[in-house]
């Protein structure tokens, strides 16, 4: 079946840098374009960034363009999310997702938890 | 941005009654709508994509509807289990997908 668990998270001091991962299982990852969608505590969701399925495209919210890259590994079925420049407003469940179509996501991980605090 | 707006933000059902949740689009999305569920502590699930396709293994009980800027999700007899919070997310301007801010299933 397919499974995405992430890890990374974790408390992180402003201006500060973080990766996250997420292994991805029980699917042709190479086949997929994946997201990353977070959620600040007690808030909604919000799109952070795709990557197509070979890697050559990248796109990004405006909130983190410039401060977040997304990359991923085919051959060891891992996706990431380099995060710099680390803001208190960035603090959020980060969900990797995997994307069928256009957009829509059908299997989340259960998310890793950044906190960027002092 | 097209700015997904959900109404109610809270809606109090008793179980086996219809609950009818609403979500507009800031502008025209065709049928580029999708439906999640969440529940606490726990990852989104896929409801509804296309507006009105239900995901792998989602019960008949949920349906999608509409086009354009107007979308609803009906859950025609709620469950124990459907209480939620439930987002829809356009997917019609790529790379500006965005979500709308939910609507809480709470018991009556």
């Known amino acids: 079946q397919v499974q995405l668990v992430e890890s990374g998270g974790g408390v992180v001091q402003p201006g500060r840098s973080q990766r996250l991962s997420c292994a991805a299982s029980?699917?042709?990852?190479?086949?997929?374009?994946m997201h990353w969608v977070r959620q600040a505590p007690g808030k909604g969701l919000e799109w952070v960034a795709i990557?197509?399925?070979?890697?050559?495209?990248?796109y990004y919210a405006d909130s983190v363009k410039g401060r977040f890259t997304i990359s991923r590994d085919n051959s060891n079925n891992t996706l990431y999310l380099q995060m710099s420049s680390l803001r208190a407003e960035d603090t959020a469940v980060y969900y990797c997702?995997?994307?069928?179509?256009?957009?829509?996501?059908?299997?989340w991980g259960q998310g890793t938890l950044v906190t960027v605090s002092s | 941005e097209i700015v997904m707006t959900q109404s109610p933000a809270t809606l109090s059902v008793s179980p086996g009654e219809r609950a009818t949740l609403s979500c507009r689009a800031s502008?025209?999305?065709?049928?580029?709508l999708a439906w999640y569920q969440q529940k606490a502590g726990q990852a989104p699930r896929l409801l509804i994509y296309g507006a009105s396709t239900r995901a792998t293994g989602i019960p008949a009980r949920f349906s999608g509807s509409g086009s354009g800027t107007e979308f609803t999700l009906t859950i025609s007899s709620l469950q124990s289990e459907d209480f939620a919070v439930y987002y829809c997310q356009q997917y019609n301007n790529w790379f500006t997908w965005t979500f709308g801010q939910g609507t809480k299933v709470e018991i009556k």
């Open positions: 029980g699917f042709t990852f190479s086949s997929y374009a």
């Open positions: 502008q025209s999305i065709s049928t580029n």
């Open positions: 990557i197509w399925y070979d890697g050559n495209q990248k």
């Open positions: 997702a995997r994307d069928p179509y256009n957009g829509v996501c059908d299997y």
